[in-house]
């Protein structure tokens, strides 16, 4: 059974950056594909990025296209969130993910696909 956990959140000002890691056990991660969900504060999880596992195709929110990368070092079984020039908007409670294939499937941020959750780990942009 597959099990996430992140870390990495925190405060940060606006315009700075932060990284997420989500760290797995019980299973690897290369054989999972990978997504990041934020929520904000009585909303739905909507959807950051998701990463295939054969070529490392990763999608993007338009909110987050240029700002955000996603990485994977299969060695730590850890995936990361790298986030960049952050707005206070980013301000929201950030989940990895994993569905039961190692592909991004359409629609890529339906979250009912994802079967593996991390905790959430809460990140805040505020001067």
């Known amino acids: 059974q597959l099990q996430l956990v992140e870390s990495g959140g925190g405060l940060v000002q606006p315009g700075g950056s932060l990284r997420l890691s989500c760290a797995a056990s019980?299973?690897?991660?290369?054989?999972?594909?990978i997504g990041w969900f934020r929520q904000f504060p009585g909303k739905e999880r909507e959807g950051v990025s998701c990463m295939d596992v054969s070529d490392g195709r990763t999608y993007y929110a338009d909110s987050v296209k240029g700002r955000f990368s996603v990485s994977r070092d299969n060695e730590k079984n850890t995936v990361y969130l790298e986030m960049n020039s952050l707005k206070v908007e980013d301000t929201a409670v950030y989940y990895c993910?994993?569905?039961?294939?190692?592909?991004?499937?359409?629609?890529?941020?339906?979250?009912?696909?994802?079967?593996?959750w991390g905790q959430g780990a809460q990140v805040t942009v505020s001067s």
């Open positions: 019980g299973s690897a991660l290369k054989n999972y594909a």
């Open positions: 993910a994993a569905p039961d294939f190692p592909t991004c499937r359409h629609p890529v941020w339906l979250t009912a696909m994802y079967k593996y």
